[in-house]
């Protein structure tokens, strides 16, 4: 009996134990996050600020493929703020009745290296459509959105970015 215990101890650990990986450790994602040189645009608050957001820099981590360093800067109504951060990608689907195109998903955390009331983390959901053969000059839809809270506590802001305008940011699914 012990010895049963024992085995559905191990079999339990080994099933619900381990951290599904990202499939695609060996794709570089840089060039999409970095959206050619071009900034990403959408809403801070509640009342419809806009935000500029871009990603000049994007290094993959070498230990941790899924993890990638970024850095640049973000921009709301001429307050502009350098960050730098991370996302990390953690799922990746197939795009029904687009066979040659994936959805990917990932976390991010962007901290803005001013001070000052107006500058905070970043801290959110990635979703990038593309094609599945990746190329140096593949294209993609990045949509970011998440929650923006400055250092000091008293403001905390809905956000999202994306390289394209949605007719409805509430229907873009996130993973």
Do not use: C
């Not at 840089?30 to 509640?46: A, V």
């Not at 955390?109 to 593949?138: P, Y």
């Amino acid at each position: 009996m012990r010895k049963i215990l024992l085995f559905l101890v191990f079999a339990y650990s080994i099933s619900f134990g381990q951290v599904k990986e990202f499939p695609l450790k060996n794709e570089d994602f840089s060039h999409l996050l970095m959206n050619e040189e071009t900034p990403f645009y959408g809403t801070i608050s509640t009342k419809g600020t806009v935000i500029q957001l871009r990603i000049e820099k994007a290094s993959k981590n070498p230990k941790k493929q899924e993890q990638y360093f970024v850095s640049g800067y973000s921009d709301v109504e001429g307050n502009k703020s350098s960050f730098s951060g991370e996302i990390i990608f953690t799922q990746k689907y197939n795009v029904k009745d687009l066979p040659d195109e994936m959805l990917l998903f990932g976390d991010f955390t962007l901290k803005e290296l001013d001070s000052g009331e107006h500058s905070g983390i970043f801290t959110g959901k990635l979703r990038i459509q593309t094609l599945k053969l990746l190329t140096k000059d593949t294209n993609a839809t990045l949509t970011f959105k998440g929650k923006w809270k400055n250092y000091s506590g008293n403001l905390d802001f809905d956000v999202w970015w994306a390289n394209f305008v949605p007719t409805d940011i509430s229907k873009v699914i996130f993973k």
